[in-house]
């Protein structure tokens, strides 16, 4: 047994020291907001919906989170004890173990909370406090053992004498209770600690008082404890995330150049052998296929990458990019963007909303808005498709095989048909048969000698 009946996450709380309008945990670590990765982590080990404490801020937590959890609503933030309190009507209705676990410790991995579960199923503990050895635990409540090395009380590091401060084992702040025991003891806890709170960590002390049994389970990956209180460990826990996130893409075959400077969100697949460049930033529900080549300083938001593509210094929003193709440098795909095999988007073009067929080159600096472009087209240099009227927006389709000169505008709606040409400098405002060759600007006046009629004329001008 490692799962538990329910979690309770704790996320009330001010968080005065991040300075911030915002609720603590609604800083996002690595994409995400501290309290996604908690409720992640929840959902792993229980099978009933997570119960956050919140308070401060409650809304915006709340309307981030919806209808994934279950909310308790702590009015005044009278401490981590008093957080529970508030979730009493839910684990009245519960039996089993509960896991309380703070919400702005976000590198906490479900399998080390399932140990700590295990450890308490295993052992018959009525309360478990997960514990870490830091180097540096100022700040943290510390684990107090007695003689026999038992768990005898958790003290705050602001209530610990210097003998205490000594003490390298901390809580984590994450803890499996046997829901009865917990419930009789919680109206043992009292406000009088330097803080004037109702701790959470004083449930220990009493619950050993009232005969029942507890433990502390040691976890030895001491990064997975980080709290965050300040915007420094807010950064701190970011590094630590990421590492872990890059490590499991290098694990699984995917080459960085620079680790410390790709930043890569927790949902993204990347495919064996693809290489990739520091400085590229991949986000949300990203895939990257096989063997691509991502060269420096991309992001790839919510995008669809396919195999052997290779990508340089571009921004592809929400758009699906087949295989072999090449985009960049200084490409912008924005959303809605469909691009085949084999195409090559060059430097300077920005594409939205448009699909692009196999082999169809937009080599330099054009616009592609609401089109349709077919299979091996040429879009020349300089293309812009005129999408808008002032008032509406309409879609340009050029078929297959069409081939657009340099320096045209397009004005949509129109249709160029399969194979058509269009010269240089054209503006087209009707369809292009197929195979037909359109002109559309002023056709050329070669003056001849009017250059030294010109000077002839200044020159009567200046005997004057
Ligand atoms: C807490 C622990 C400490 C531990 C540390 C680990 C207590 C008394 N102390 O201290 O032993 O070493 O975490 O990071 O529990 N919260 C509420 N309502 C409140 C107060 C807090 O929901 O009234 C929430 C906060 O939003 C936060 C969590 O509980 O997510 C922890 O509170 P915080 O004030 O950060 O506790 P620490 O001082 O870090
Ligand atoms: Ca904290």
Redesign the pocket.
């Known amino acids: 047994m490692n799962k538990c009946a329910v979690v309770v996450i704790?996320?009330?709380?001010e968080?005065t020291r991040m300075k911030s309008a915002k609720a603590?945990?609604m800083h996002k670590v690595c994409g995400y907001p501290i309290i996604e990765h908690v409720v992640r982590t929840a959902e792993e080990i229980s099978e009933s919906l997570p119960v956050v404490?919140v308070?401060h801020r409650a809304e915006q937590i709340e309307q981030y989170l919806g209808q994934r959890v279950r909310y308790a609503y702590?009015a005044q933030?009278?401490?981590?004890g008093?957080?529970v309190m508030v979730a009493r009507p839910v684990l009245e209705k519960t039996d089993g173990y509960v896991v309380v676990v703070?919400?702005?410790?976000p590198l906490i991995r479900s399998c080390t909370l399932q140990k700590m579960v295990r450890f308490a199923y295993e052992g018959r503990y009525d309360a478990v406090a997960l514990s870490a050895i830091l180097e540096d635990p100022t700040g943290?409540?510390r684990i107090i053992r007695d003689d026999a090395g038992d768990l005898e009380r958790?003290v705050?590091h602001k209530d610990a004498t210097d003998e205490q401060r000594q003490v390298k084992e901390?809580?984590?702040?994450a803890y499996c209770f046997n829901i009865r025991a917990l419930l009789a003891s919680l109206d043992g806890l009292d406000n009088h600690n330097t803080q004037g709170?109702y701790?959470?960590?004083d449930v220990i002390h009493i619950m050993k008082e009232r005969g029942n049994r507890v433990g502390a389970f040691v976890t030895w990956d001491a990064d997975e404890v980080l709290?965050i209180?300040t915007r420094v460990q807010l950064a701190e826990v970011e590094q630590k995330m990421r590492q872990r996130i890059n490590r499991r893409h290098m694990e699984n075959g995917v080459t960085l150049i620079d680790p410390n400077n790709t930043y890569i969100e927790p949902d993204v697949v990347i495919g064996c052998d693809t290489i990739i460049y520091p400085g590229n930033v991949l986000e949300g529900r990203t895939v990257i296929g096989e063997e691509c080549i991502l060269y420096p300083n991309s992001r790839i938001v919510n995008s669809l990458i396919g195999n052997r593509t290779q990508i340089q210094a571009s921004v592809i929003l929400d758009s699906k990019i087949g295989d072999e193709t090449t985009v960049g440098p200084y490409a912008y795909i924005r959303p809605g963007s469909d691009i085949g095999n084999e195409v090559r988007i060059g430097d300077f073009v920005e594409i939205k909303n448009s699909s692009i067929g196999d082999g169809s080159k937009v080599s330099h600096l054009s616009y592609v808005g609401d089109g349709s472009i077919g299979r091996d087209v040429n879009i020349g240099c300089g293309t812009v498709f005129v999408n808008y009227d002032g008032l509406k927006k309409h879609r340009a389709v050029v078929e297959d095989n069409a081939f657009i000169g340099c320096n045209v505008n397009l004005i949509a709606p129109v249709t160029i048909r399969k194979g058509a040409y269009i010269a240089a400098g054209s503006t087209i405002t009707e369809e292009v048969p197929e195979k037909a060759l359109a002109i559309a600007r002023a056709r050329q006046v070669n003056k001849e000698g009017w250059v030294e009629r010109r000077q002839l004329k200044k020159k009567g001008e200046g005997d004057k």
């Open positions: 704790l996320a009330a709380g968080g603590k945990v404490v308070g702590q933030r009278l401490g981590t008093h957080a703070a919400g702005d410790i943290y409540g958790i705050e901390i809580n984590v702040s709170e701790y959470l960590t709290g209180n």
